[in-house]
Each structure stands twice: as C-alpha cells, then as structure tokens.
Nanobody, 117 residues
Framework: QVQLVESGGGLVQAGGSLRLSCVAS????????MGWYCQAPGKQRELVAT???????NYADSVKGRFTISRDNAKNTAYLQMNSLKPGDTGVYYC???????????WGQGTQVTVSS
C-alpha cells in the first residue's frame, strides 16, 4: 500500500519560513520522482517544485530563490524548505510520488500553509 504523509504546515507571518516533510512508504523511493504542489483557495492545484530520482530540481517561477526541494533517500523523505513566505503562498501543499517506469502518480493528504500579511 502506497502512503505519502505530509507534515510541517502551519500559520506564519509574511517573511517567515516553514519546512514541509513527506514520508513515503510502499514505493521504491530512490527510483521515484517527487514533487510538491499547492492548491490555493479558489484555484487549481499547481506545481511548486519537483526533484527527480537523480536529484535534479525544477521550480515554479514564483518560488525560485525562496523555496528548496530536497530528498533523503535513506529516510524515504522529501522536503520543501520555504523561506521568505508571502501571502500568495497560502494553500494546501500536496506531496506527489511518481515511480519510474510506471504511469502511476501518488498523492499525500496535504498540509495547510497559511501566510498572513
């Protein structure tokens, strides 16, 4: 059974920082591309950052220079370090996992991030 469990969300003031974690089980984590997505109020879910199984990262333009995605294969965990948070970053953040050579994509339950002005 595949399970992705996010944690680390919360309420912070603009300019603050949070670190989100995603612990994966039921997949070969080291062979999976990982991603973070955000669903803001009234909007569709949008890509925030991705990291391949080889450690190559990509970011949405809106978070470049502020957010960092990383992974620790020994812990089956992906992270999203969020600095210089803005009210526009508010939303539910979801972790995704896409094992290589499959067409499946798995999602966590989400963790709420709220940035106040």
């Amino acid at each position: 059974q595949v399970q992705l469990v996010e944690s680390g969300g919360g309420l912070v003031q603009a300019g603050g920082s949070l670190r989100l974690s995603c612990v994966a089980s039921g997949i070969i984590f080291s062979a999976s591309n990982m991603g973070w997505y955000c669903q803001a109020p009234g909007k569709q879910r949008e890509l925030v950052a991705t990291i391949t199984n080889g450690g190559i990262t990509n970011y949405a333009d809106s978070v470049k220079g502020r957010f960092t995605i990383s992974r620790d294969n020994a812990k089956n965990t992906a992270y999203l370090q969020m600095n210089s948070l803005k009210p526009g970053d508010t939303g539910v953040y979801y972790c995704s996992a896409a094992p290589r050579y499959t067409r499946a994509t798995y999602w966590g339950q989400g963790t709420q991030v709220t940035v106040s002005s």
